[in-house]
């Protein structure tokens, strides 16, 4: 049984969201701007909902009643730079 609902905002690939599925949760909202990201996350989450591309834009009408928002901080590429 589900115990509460959240939101998952600059998802990612979804690795917040599993502590709180974990806990009984239930995601009723995604949203992630990276196309790349978004294709994992639903390999990662099949069964899920639709994920809203960008935040900023979204109607919030179409943001389901939550209990909690979850919210990623930015993941910048890893760059190496090598001594010449």
Same mark, same amino acid.
């Given at each position: 049984m589900k115990t509460f609902k959240f939101i998952d905002l600059f998802a990612g690939? /979804? @690795?917040l969201r599993i502590p709180f599925d974990e806990l /009984? @949760?239930?995601c009723?909202?995604?949203s992630e701007l990276d196309p790349n990201a978004r294709e994992t996350y639903l390999l990662n989450f099949p069964n899920s909902?639709?994920?809203d591309t960008d935040i900023s834009?979204?109607?919030l009408?179409?943001?389901?009643?939550?209990?909690?928002?979850?919210a990623g901080f930015p993941c910048q590429p890893l760059v190496v730079f090598?001594?010449?």
């Open positions: 690939i /979804g @690795g /009984g @949760g239930e009723v909202f995604t909902h639709t994920i834009t979204a109607n009408a179409n943001i389901p009643v939550h209990d909690l928002v979850l090598s001594k010449q």
